[in-house]
């Protein structure tokens, strides 16, 4: 039988755990890992490391490349902003953000990749409404129309033109919509469960799904779907335990949720769950190299970036703060 080693590392005076998959898995699970082959870190490979080691960054495709913005290293949100060059396989520096942000909101929509929200470093660490476009034909960012109401631990998502704020910090906590054309904002109804900050948030062949989060202080694993088209949410399969903080990434063939903080936030695991996109439950599918919290993920021809992140939850995040870069499907 495979074996399983249980992590149990100690951090800032008792304030982390690192749990390993022996930790969450059951052995039921276990011996189906073990049967059907599925390796302790399956698939995963060492891709080249940031420029610099930060914990709630956001990253994005556009045009076959992806771009790894902001973060915090150790206590200040940084201005970083930095593309993955695939043919030298390695990142290169391009115009910083116009201020440092952490947790916000970042997507790619009109040939352009926008940022908004967040906590910035020229507001003391306090939520932030503005939100700015980066031109990559320019290398240069400009001013856009501030979202309605200021918020981070959130995340934005892109879709027919339209850009989508959804969950965070602030009330009312629901979704933000951005008419690209028109530079106006509205906003939507949604669920009052949807008023939860650092949920993992993706799209979905046109559909929003929202996956886990914090309420009251701690980690659920509620999982809420938001139908574009028809302006419908309905409820998703929960996640197999509660989270916070972790990265979801739609591949084109499944969702993964990746890494994250347990419910009552004090553990960072490297769990890694899957589900297809009409699933009723999702699945264990092995774990990452090591457990981390507020990273962030891309895909890139058909390749999963694990992005950052930090091996201490919440607060302790930055200063954990990981340069790390793994891929998941890559050819060798």
């Not at 495709?61 to 201005?79: C, M, S």
């Not at 503005?130 to 995340?155: G, I, L």
């Amino acid at each position: 039988m495979r074996r399983i080693v249980c992590l149990s590392t100690l951090v800032i005076a008792g304030a982390l755990a690192v749990t390993g998959p022996s930790a969450l898995m059951s052995a039921a699970n276990a011996q189906d890992g073990a049967s059907s082959g599925l390796s302790l870190h399956a698939g995963w490979q060492s891709g080249p490391e940031l420029e610099s080691a930060r914990a709630g960054l956001a990253a994005v495709t556009l045009d076959d490349q992806i771009y790894a913005a902001g973060g915090a290293g150790r206590v200040t949100p940084r201005d970083n902003f930095e593309v993955y060059d695939s043919e030298i396989n390695r990142w290169r520096p391009l115009s910083p953000l116009p201020e440092g942000l952490e947790r916000f909101g970042l997507a790619a929509a009109d040939g352009r990749i926008w940022a908004a929200g967040g906590y910035g470093s020229e507001s003391g660490r306090e939520p932030i409404a503005e939100m700015w476009s980066y031109d990559p034909e320019t290398d240069v960012w400009q001013s856009e129309t501030p979202m309605p109401a200021p918020r981070a631990a959130f995340a934005m998502v892109a879709h027919e033109g339209r850009l989508y704020a959804v969950g965070g910090t602030e009330e009312p906590g629901g979704i933000f919509v951005f008419d690209i054309e028109t530079s106006e904002w509205a906003a939507l109804e949604a669920p009052s469960d949807l008023r939860r900050r650092d949920a993992g948030i993706t799209l979905v062949n046109g559909e929003i799904w929202v996956t886990g989060g914090i309420v009251n202080r701690r980690a659920v694993a509620r999982v809420d779907i938001y139908n574009i088209d028809a302006r419908q949410w309905r409820r998703g399969p929960d996640l197999p335990q509660a989270r916070a903080g972790h990265a979801l990434v739609f591949d084109g063939s499944r969702v993964l949720a990746l890494g994250g903080r347990g419910d009552d936030l004090r553990s960072t695991h490297d769990t890694v769950f899957t589900a297809a996109p009409d699933a009723r439950s999702w699945q264990a599918g092995g774990a990452l190299t090591a457990a981390r919290t507020e990273a962030a993920a891309a895909v890139l021809d058909g390749a999963v970036f694990l992005i950052g992140g930090g091996v201490g939850g919440g607060v302790f995040a930055p200063f954990t703060a990981l340069a790390t870069v793994d891929v998941l499907g890559r050819s060798q």
